[in-house]
């Protein structure tokens, strides 16, 4: 498979391992509404924010979106879209090869691009998620208005959005609602009791699909026989079409599926009922400006919100509540590491999924956490009428801490049992950390292999016979904590053992120290 090369390369595939993990600190004035929510806003670095949330969202993510530095040679407001290609890729890179590690094994990533860096991020995204995980490239209409500044006599009305999923086989999406544009091709103009219908071709082309392969072998069809209406006339399919097979076009007659017009003169065609589809239908790759909203009307929501201080690329909450109506159910978890003004979260919340946003810069708290009040408030822009949006939830606020661990390797004396858990075991299962609902000096078991952890005096105790150290007396109280489960090995981190070797390999134990045997990336 091509990969990419460009100056700085080795170095970029090596930033995502290299990152420390660091502490997420809530700062509480900052959330608002229910504080009980999963819903969260963290303020950093992404490429940080990301490594510290891992240990507890890898494999749990089931839609990611992010709208990346488009790198147009322009400078923008809130933040610098002017960087030269290697570095934008050793930008990029680290980011998507963490960000697919968050992904559940039927999740999707979407990201927005323009012509700019469209091939490139194709390629580099062929070489983290694989190129048998890509799903498609939809346009979307961002502009539906010629613009006067055209470059070279030709407006540029779309952008992209790339598709990747964890694992392509696994990856269904939901069909989307019908519009009320689309609903109006339904009719009923026989009183069909069954309701609503529409038309559809009774033929298929001769030049594709099985029918087409064996009239191109053979120069016959099954499909060039006449079908006969209820009045007696005859019809033979159009030229280079073929009937469906007479055993179904027999079934729909029976069936009353046939439309012979409204006289009985007219070529049959085939009744698609709306109960049927129940009012979705199958997405296509085209965005239109109609359906999925435009640049301008992005600008219009913003300026809602936001009168004095726009954002020169906003995305609309149409064509993000799309993406979310494809990808997710209710209450699954979504992703947003460039979160901007919060159309993401703002929406995600609308819809009654969960989410995390990440954004770097001070309008994580200027423009995020005022659009989210909004929206917990009950404001009625956007996508709120078309949901029924009545208000309600709410959102955690994080920024980022300390380093887990510091510059000689020590743990950090801030960090929490909890946080030190949740390091250890992805650390060492690469899954996220599932936080007891009482603590507990057992971790967890994975492969039927059992996880235990002695710090921070979770005995309550530091002395030896206390809780950070690895005696008889400690040990009993792991297997109490484990309920004595039946194990293949027992991992047992601690500041030191004060059981013999040969003991703890008769046990199947082995004792890991701390910090040294914790690894700090």
Not at 200 to 225: C, D, I, M, N
Not at 257 to 272: E, F, L, S
Not at 315 to 342: H, Q, R, V
């Amino acid at each position: 498979m091509p990969i990419l090369e460009w100056l700085g390369r080795d170095e970029a595939l090596k930033v995502a391992s290299n990152t420390p993990y660091r502490l997420l600190e809530e700062v509480p004035e900052l959330g608002y509404g229910d504080k009980n929510t999963e819903n969260m806003v963290v303020q950093g670095d992404n490429l940080e924010a990301l490594k510290a949330l891992l240990p507890f969202y890898a494999g749990q993510i089931k839609c990611i979106y992010i709208d990346p530095p488009y790198n147009t040679g322009s400078a923008f407001e809130h933040y610098d879209d002017n960087l030269e290609h290697s570095t934008w890729l050793s930008l990029m890179t680290p980011r998507l090869e963490i960000l697919r590690d968050f992904l559940t094994e039927d999740g999707v990533i979407f990201v927005s691009i323009d012509d700019n860096e469209q091939a490139y991020l194709k390629v580099l995204m062929d070489e983290i998620f694989g190129r048998n995980n890509f799903i498609t490239s939809i346009a979307w209409q961002k502009f539906h208005s010629v613009k006067a500044n055209s470059v070279h006599n030709i407006s540029q009305s779309h952008e992209y959005i790339i598709v990747y999923a964890k694992n392509s086989e696994s990856l269904l999406f939901n069909k989307v609602s019908m519009t009320e544009e689309a609903l109006k091709v339904y009719k009923n103009p026989d009183n069909d009791p069954r309701g609503l219908w529409r038309t559809a071709p009774l033929t298929v082309s001769l030049l594709s699909g099985a029918r087409g392969k064996a009239y191109a072998k053979t120069g016959q069809s099954t499909g060039l026989y006449e079908i006969i209406a209820p009045n007696g006339a005859r019809y033979l399919p159009s030229k280079g079409r073929c009937w469906l097979s007479k055993e179904n076009i027999d079934n729909m007659i029976k069936d009353n599926r046939i439309w012979w017009g409204k006289d009985g003169n007219a070529v049959p065609m085939q009744k698609i009922f709306l109960s049927e589809k129940g009012g979705m239908k199958v997405i296509n790759t085209f965005w239109n400006h109609e359906e999925f909203g435009s640049n301008k009307k992005a600008n219009e929501e913003i300026k809602q919100l936001f009168p004095n201080d726009m954002f020169s690329t906003p995305k609309p909450e149409e064509l993000i509540s799309k993406i979310i109506e494809i990808a997710t159910n209710p209450n699954d978890l979504i992703l947003d590491s460039f979160l901007g003004s919060g159309t993401t979260a703002a929406v995600a919340h609308k819809m009654g999924r969960r989410y995390i946003g990440i954004e770097m810069g001070n309008h994580a708290i200027t423009h995020c956490v005022p659009r989210l009040k909004a929206v917990i408030d009950g404001e009625q822009g956007g996508i709120s009428k078309s949901v029924n949006w009545q208000g309600g939830g709410g959102f955690r606020f994080y920024k980022l801490g300390d380093e887990v661990f510091n510059s000689e390797g020590q743990i950090n004396e801030r960090i929490s049992f909890e946080n030190l858990s949740a390091h250890i075991w992805f650390t060492e299962t690469k899954t996220p950390f599932n936080k007891p609902a009482v603590k507990s000096t057992f971790l967890g078991m994975k492969d039927n292999v059992a996880y235990a952890l002695l710090y921070n005096g979770i005995l309550r105790d530091k002395r030896i016979d206390g809780g950070n150290v690895l005696t008889s007396k400690t040990l009993d109280v792991i297997l109490s904590d484990m309920e004595h489960k039946p194990y293949d090995m027992l991992v047992i981190y601690g500041e030191s053992s004060r059981i013999s070797l040969p003991r703890l390999k008769a046990l199947n134990i082995e004792f890991k120290q701390t910090p040294y045997d914790i690894k700090a990336r």
